[in-house]
């Protein structure tokens, strides 16, 4: 049976080029998306940009461009980047597209009339770069300096309509008590918690005397706050009758910068147009999930700091592994969990030799090779099993769920690890049985059937590798099953005998390590 899943990521500034954190969330979410589609789920995968940002008519002014055509251009390089890099999403939604527009001030008009929204005066604290309110007693805790950017926080006047965020706390702890799950990991939900119980304030939602963004229906002067009109992207992308069913979002990919807007801000916008007529069908999003940062050379990246890690860096470090090996390597090491993680050529280069050089692309290698010399390229059919084949193929029938259960936790670390434990044991296993041996020694029917299990079992690796290496994986499909890694073949056995094996140059060929002084 399919099961529908809907993935997002955060829709980026177009003020910024991108950058590895960019790239970063949008391929944890095209790994995911690729292994539920791999097991038949009909996934709806999307990402976008975030453009209403005042950054954004500054620079446009600046330049001497119309906000949109500057928009456009910042556009084309986010798309251009998540192509390059396989993103496999299904729509892309830019907050200046009129289908959003129009979309978000139908949304407004909805709380403007239950009164969730309402006009106001504010006397606080902003943080810039993040655009973000920041009450006065939050804005004291942190020394009125901003936690992202340790830039100081501005103080700002203005007339402006209101969220009614305080009324919500109640619901909101509810939210957090019933489904302990809604935000994870579980220590990113206790921090939400905390910052909840601290108090929660109405703040401002729209701005005057912006000519970029949304305007607020009924008062054209005043402009949709960014965040309130980039939420919304999760709820306007599919709210057309066609796609109405797909909400809610299964899963919100976000990093630890943000959580506050999506575990907080986010839900209490939905409970309160839920109760609005005809948005019955709003529900809450199913989980918020938050990964850390990369960092560089130990340091947060700072453009000043010469540390950051840009398309310029991301480009020569595909030139020395190749996009699957960038791929695996940021997918399998990033900071998925509650740790940021240090981003270095040198780790780049420690993976892929040790993983997909050493281990994965040595197995398909060995046992496309093995094939060609032993059964004449054909894949034999396998005899009786003894107690070496017995326990590969426990070990392979083990590893759908384990790479399975990583998923469901996100923990693609562990669905690699997994996955590379088994590629282990599968090289462990042609070391064992020793067909070259069993060769000289005449022993045929032997041969046929440790050449089936290794070949199966490389290619079953693959096929799991997918999600993470889908150009080299399907070439490893072509190989050894003259065929692309479709649905039915995620276990053990799927390959027929009978099938012709190509042995090609190595996958993912070594890396020489580099030389002190070379
Ligand atoms: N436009 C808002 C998000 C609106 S979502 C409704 C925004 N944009 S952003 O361009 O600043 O992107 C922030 C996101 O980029 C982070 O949440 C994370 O997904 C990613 N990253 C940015 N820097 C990062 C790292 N150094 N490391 C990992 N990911 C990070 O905020």
Avoid at 119 to 143: H, I
Avoid at 240 to 261: C, G, N, Q, S
Avoid at 315 to 343: H, M, N, T, W
Wanted: net charge negative; proline share 6%.
């Amino acid at each position: 049976m399919s099961n529908r899943c809907y993935i997002s990521t955060p829709i980026y500034y177009i003020n910024d080029r991108p950058h590895i954190g960019h790239v970063y969330t949008t391929l944890v979410a095209d790994v995911i998306a690729r292994h539920r589609r791999q097991h038949g789920d009909a996934v709806f995968f999307l990402t976008g940009t975030d453009e209403h940002a005042p950054k954004v008519a500054e620079s446009a002014r600046a330049n001497g461009v119309a906000a949109l055509a500057w928009a456009d251009r910042h556009d084309a390089a986010f798309q251009a980047t998540f192509a390059a890099f396989g993103i496999s999403n299904d729509d892309f939604i830019r907050t200046s597209q009129p289908r959003h527009v129009l979309r978000v001030r139908e949304y407004l008009t909805a709380l403007l009339v239950s009164g969730d929204v309402y006009q106001g005066r504010y006397d606080e604290w902003y943080d810039p770069g993040q655009e973000e309110y920041v009450p006065e007693a939050r804005a004291a805790r942190l020394e009125y300096r901003s936690p992202i950017s340790g830039k100081p926080l501005v103080r700002r006047q203005e007339e402006n309509y209101f969220f009614r965020l305080s009324a919500y706390a109640d619901d909101l702890l509810r939210l957090f008590e019933e489904r302990p799950d809604f935000v994870q990991p579980a220590a990113r939900r206790n921090e939400v918690i905390g910052r909840i119980r601290e108090g929660l304030h109405d703040f401002p939602i729209s701005r005057a005397g912006l000519d970029w963004g949304i305007s607020v229906p009924g008062d054209e002067q005043q402009t949709v706050y960014v965040w309130i009109d980039a939420l919304f992207n999760y709820l306007s992308t599919v709210d057309t009758p066609e796609r109405r069913h797909l909400w809610p979002a299964d899963v919100h990919l976000i990093a630890k910068d943000i959580l506050w807007f999506h575990a907080v801000i986010w839900p209490a916008f939905l409970i309160a147009l839920r109760r609005r007529p005809g948005y019955e069908w709003v529900e809450l999003p199913r989980r918020v999930y938050t990964h850390s940062f990369w960092v560089s050379d130990g340091r947060k990246m700072g453009k000043s700091l010469g540390n950051f890690v840009d398309l310029e860096r991301l480009e020569r470090c595909r030139q020395l592994v190749g996009l699957d090996g960038l791929r695996y390597f940021l997918a399998k090491d990033g900071p998925i969990d509650i740790s940021d993680r240090d981003f270095s050529e040198a780790r780049i280069e420690g993976v892929y030799n040790a993983e997909l050089a050493n281990l994965f692309g040595n197995l398909v290698q060995r046992a496309a090779s093995l094939v060609a010399r032993y059964a004449d390229g054909v894949v034999p059919p396998p005899g009786p099993l003894d107690a070496d084949d017995e326990h590969l193929r426990a070990e392979a029938d083990r590893l759908p769920e384990r790479v399975a259960s990583a998923f469901d936790r996100l923990a693609l670390d562990r669905a690699a690890d997994a996955i590379l434990d088994f590629v282990t044991t599968a090289n462990r296993y042609a070391d064992t049985t020793a067909p070259w041996q069993r060769a000289k020694e005449g022993d045929h029917e032997r041969v046929r059937t440790v050449l089936y299990h290794l070949v199966e079992s490389a290619r079953l690796a693959a096929w799991h590798l997918w999600p993470f290496i889908p150009e080299t994986a399907s070439e490893a499909h072509r190989r050894l099953l003259g065929c692309a890694p479709t649905l039915a073949l995620g276990t053990f056995g799927a390959l027929p005998p009978g099938t012709r094996v190509t042995v090609g140059t190595p996958l993912f060929p070594r890396l020489r390590p580099v030389t002190a002084g070379g």
